[in-house]
Structure formats: structure tokens, C-alpha cells
């Protein structure tokens, strides 16, 4: 592969990413850890490495190619009892404590229950169907709502759409921020924009409250990696050795980051406040920091 004005990242992991877009996020990190990525002829083990136009990339595999491979199968839904943490509840919407580990819908290889099908079943006892009208990552904790009809999924999916929204998230990034900041990337067709406060500083690394303008995937890993302070066990953006030797250290298990806030004001002027408790996986992690 080569580098090219039309496909350069700057980053060699991006790149690959970009590249072998077939292939699974932590088999391309594997590639990397394992010496399989040379540039220009030199093996190179570091995703952060950077890269130039006219660099040749020669990734080197003698095993099963179709293991490193995204899964293509999805599944139907199917109603299972999981326990569940309701933290608000009304008659058009439910607000779920989301536990980190569990996707909110099934999707390539994912065949483990998740999150949606948990409120089926708990719906089916209620007479209602859940509508995601949003999400949260795998591995990110804290308020996701649902919505019980379509009209009140059209409804939250417009203050959505509309920014009408207000989400707070506390986060865990390597590095102490000087200041207080906002955030804005310009990406093609969109524009993405968030601030943050800083809420605690410790010898490496510093606890930050985001307010989340908008809402695309991966949005706050993503731009506080890009304004110098990655969160702190995040491995797609962030330091993967740092990770591991902080993980060491903590016992945190994944990248620290946390939907503590939702609130909106309802088309009958209705105003929703949702909160939930920083997960306590991440509790422990602040208290071995102390």
C-alpha cells in the first residue's frame, strides 16, 4: 500500500484502519504489537508512528486471513431478563443505567445479549416496545434512553437531531489541561463540538467533566485525542502503553468515560433531569489514584 495524497492519514494506525477497513480494530493492533507492519521496508510497532506521502506499507501475515477479519453475521432480536437499573421512567420514556460490557443492540459478531433485548423483555411485561432513539459504545457506562411509542421516538429523536439535548460526561484523560476548553472539529460534511472542565488533577492524569454538543461515534475519545489528552484506557485513540502500565496500577479494565447527565425540556414543556452515579469500577480506579 501506498501512501497517497488522496488516502494520507497522518497516523499510521489511522491509516491501516482506513486501508484494511475489512479487518477488526484489535487485529490490526495485534499486527502492529507483533512486528507484522513495515514502512519503507522498516518494521514498525507503534500505531502513533508517522507517515508521509510516498511511504510504502507492507503488512505481513502467514496465518488465516479471514481470522483477523470483522464478523458479518447479525442476529434477530430476542426478548431476554437482564437485571436492569431504571433511573427514570414515565409513560412515553424509560432511562437505563447502562452498564459497561453490553452493546445497546446487536450488531457484526455480536451473538451475547444486549441491551435492547433486555428492555423487550421488560417491555413485553409492561405492555410497551423500546425504541432506541440513541446510544452509548460498549464500553461506555451511564443514562441511555429509550422511547415506549414511535410518537415519543420521533419526539426524542428530533431534540436529539436538533441539539435540544444537554449531555455531561465525566472522563479520565492522560495529562493535566492548562485550561478549560471547547472543542470544534470541522470533518467533511459536519461539524463536531464539545467543552470541557477540568474537575480534578492527579500526578499523570486528570478527571474532566465534557459537555457534548454533538453526538457522533466516538466523538469525545476522538477529539480529546487530538487536543493532546486521550482518555486513559482508550486503545483506538489513545496510549496503548501507557494504558497498560496505568491498568497495572488501577485495575481499570476499560476507557474511563461516563454519561452522568442527560436532560431536555419535552414538547408540553415537561423538563427531564437524569442522572447517574459515576459506575463504581471507575469510583475504585479515582480511589487507587488517591
Known sequence: MKVLKDNFYERL?????????DLKLSSIYKLLRKGNVRVNGERVKDGS????????????????????????????LTPHEIPLVILFEDDLIVAVDKPSGISVHPGKGIQIVTLIEGLMA????????????????????????????????????????EREVEKGYYTLVKGIPEENRKLISRREKFV???AFEVEKCFESVSLLWVDLFT???HQI??????AGYPVVGDDVYGDRDFNRDFKKITGLKRYFLHCSRLSFTRENGKRI?????LAVDLQKVLVNLK
Open 192 to 194: 463536531e463540538s464539545m
Open 122 to 161: 421488560y417491555g413485553d411485561a409492561r405492555g410497551f416496545v423500546p425504541r432506541p432513539v440513541h446510544r452509548l459504545d460498549k464500553h461506555t457506562s451511564g443514562v441511555i434512553v429509550f422511547a415506549k411509542s414511535p410518537e415519543a421516538a420521533r419526539e426524542l429523536s428530533r431534540l436529539f437531531r
Open 215 to 217: 453526538g457522533k461515534k
Open 273 to 277: 433531569e437524569i442522572a447517574s452515579h
Open 221 to 226: 475519545r476522538r477529539q480529546l485525542s487530538e
Open 13 to 21: 494506525d489511522r491509516f491501516l484502519r482506513r486501508e484494511l477497513s
Open 49 to 76: 508512528s508517522r507517515l508521509k506521502i510516498g511511504d510504502v506499507i507492507h503488512v505481513v501475515f502467514s496465518g488465516d486471513p479471514s481470522r483477523l477479519k470483522r464478523l458479518e453475521e447479525t442476529r434477530e
